[in-house]
């Protein structure tokens, strides 16, 4: 369960987040930003043809330029993209290196958000900044506003952003889990893949329950509005309907 963490108000907190329907397609970022004298900023934005990575990115870049440098306070930034976290505490070394090549030898993705990012990094410098995970769709107070944000811009909807005192915001944005740790990175020969409990879509109103990747990706190729994501469990489920508007208790899911 969140709990309070007293020591966050000390800090400058960033939550983000992004969301693309149809990857690529429309998508839309979300940022909120806390400042320890007890400011909230809510950030947002939209782009017609991205990817959900983009946006990711995207997120945590406009977080950070939001603050001035130096910055007052140390940073925590909040984010459930592993790919962020991994990308750029540990694989953008390697990366630069190679002359932004992958280990495949292939041309790094997204590059152009991956330097902006740097910058957006080094800029804070002397400050540190922590990288936190949290678990999308879990009920984290921040990081499911910022999901409301950025779902909101990419699905063209009216998004009323923040920007004023704490004490007048209405996110308990200070809930946060024990457990802020990234997870570890799955070895292919190692550890068994964990199945996935369902992939869902949702095409002009229609949610369906896919069994397999290939059969959702069919449905929503092509689809403009179409919206899609991979589920754990039951609950995990829920929690996707909830994060795309829709009532989990009276939606029905079509096999």
Not at 152 to 164: E, S
Not at 176 to 201: C, F, H, I, M, W
Request: with cysteine.
């Amino acid at each position: 369960m969140p709990r309070l963490n007293p020591p966050s108000f000390e800090s400058i907190l960033i939550f983000s987040d992004g969301a693309c329907t149809g990857n690529p397609g429309p998508g839309g970022w979300g940022t909120v930003v806390v400042r320890p004298d007890g400011q909230v900023r809510e950030l947002g934005g939209r782009d017609l043809q991205t990817t959900n990575n983009r946006m990711e990115l995207t997120g945590s870049i406009r977080g950070l330029a939001a603050i001035e440098s130096p910055p007052p306070a140390p940073i925590e930034m909040f984010t459930d993209s592993t790919y962020v976290i991994r990308g750029i505490t540990e694989w953008i070394w390697g990366w630069r290196q190679r002359g932004w090549k992958n280990s495949a030898g292939h041309d790094v993705l997204n590059r152009d958000l991956w330097e902006e990012l740097s910058r957006q990094v080094a800029r804070m410098h002397p400050r540190k900044i922590e990288w936190r995970y949290v678990r999308g769709h879990s009920g984290i107070p921040g990081n499911e506003r910022c999901d409301e944000i950025a779902v909101g811009f990419a699905t063209g909807k009216r998004v009323d952003l923040y920007d004023g005192p704490l004490i007048g915001y209405e996110v308990a944005i200070h809930d946060l889990p024990d457990d802020l740790a990234l997870p570890r990175a799955k070895s292919g020969s190692s550890k068994k893949r964990e199945t996935p409990y369902s992939y869902l879509s949702l095409v002009g109103g229609k949610v369906i329950r896919h069994k397999a990747w290939a059969a959702c990706e069919r449905r929503v190729k092509g689809q403009s509005q179409a919206r899609f994501k991979k589920a754990m469990s039951a609950q995990d489920e829920r929690a996707i309907l909830k994060g795309w508007g829709l009532d989990p208790d009276k939606t029905v899911i079509h096999e």
